[in-house]
């Protein structure tokens, strides 16, 4: 699958060097993925195919967990700010960010905290130096009020010299051609909105139309061809 990079406070030095084969695994697991869709629940939105962040994130934790990473607890000291990042390994934390917005800066807060204090979480074998958070492109249609790779991308420009961390932050954002007309995805339908078990997934062709640049930014409506 297409994505973009956005780095921020030495990631680009950072995964070229020390980090660089933790990204090379996530690298490979990002090209291996598969657009997965879901048909939308929301009013005004019914059956329109979005994003879905649940088949997503099912993928990246296997396909990460090929290469030995995990999800890594918080200490005891920061479960205010959750229970596990989505995956770990070495001194690289990663987090598959497709929730409400906010919680981009919950996820670099919490592994600040850490890396400020070098504290060695279970299941690492360092202290953490990097922060990975894959997000999606906001090309793609998607459930209100989640987070989209630009945002993120503008809130970490914005706030970037007003903050001093200790770990690099790499920002990814899945996608697709940005002249696309056609897409292949995994259609995925699920018992119930909170369900994670799939009771119909089945690989399908989508038509891509464009709509106007708003913010900045191009948005796609995906239609299953027949």
């Excluded at 995964?15 to 490979?28: D, L």
């Excluded at 464009?210 to 796609?220: D, E, I, Q, V």
Aim: hydrophobic share 40%; proline share 4%; with cysteine.
């Amino acid at each position: 699958m297409l994505y973009e990079i956005a780095d921020f406070f030495g990631a680009d030095d950072y995964f070229s060097t020390e980090g660089a084969e933790e990204w090379s695994e996530i690298q490979s697991v990002l090209d291996g993925l598969t657009l997965q869709l879901q048909p939308s629940g929301q009013a005004g939105l019914d059956g329109k195919a979005i994003f879905d962040p649940k088949g997503t994130n099912k993928a990246l934790t296997e396909g990460a967990a090929a290469f030995g990473w995990g999800k890594i607890s918080l200490p005891p000291d920061l479960t205010a700010f959750g229970t596990d990042w989505d995956a770990g390994k070495n001194a690289v934390l990663a987090e598959w960010q497709f929730s409400n917005y906010p919680f981009l800066w919950n996820n670099i807060v919490r592994s600040q905290v850490v890396a400020r204090n070098g504290w060695l979480l279970a299941g690492m074998m360092d202290s953490p130096k990097a922060l990975l958070v894959v997000t999606k492109s906001g090309c793609l249609p998607a459930s209100q009020s989640t987070l989209y790779f630009e945002q993120g991308k503008a809130q970490l420009e914005k706030a970037r010299a007003t903050l001093d961390l200790d770990l690099a932050i790499r920002l990814v954002g899945l996608t697709i051609e940005p002249n696309a007309t056609t897409v292949s995805a995994s259609w995925n339908n699920y018992a119930g909105r909170t369900s994670r078990s799939v009771v119909a997934g089945e690989y399908r062709e989508f038509d891509v139309a464009w709509k106007p640049a708003k913010a900045g930014r191009r948005s796609a409506n995906l239609t299953a061809q027949l």
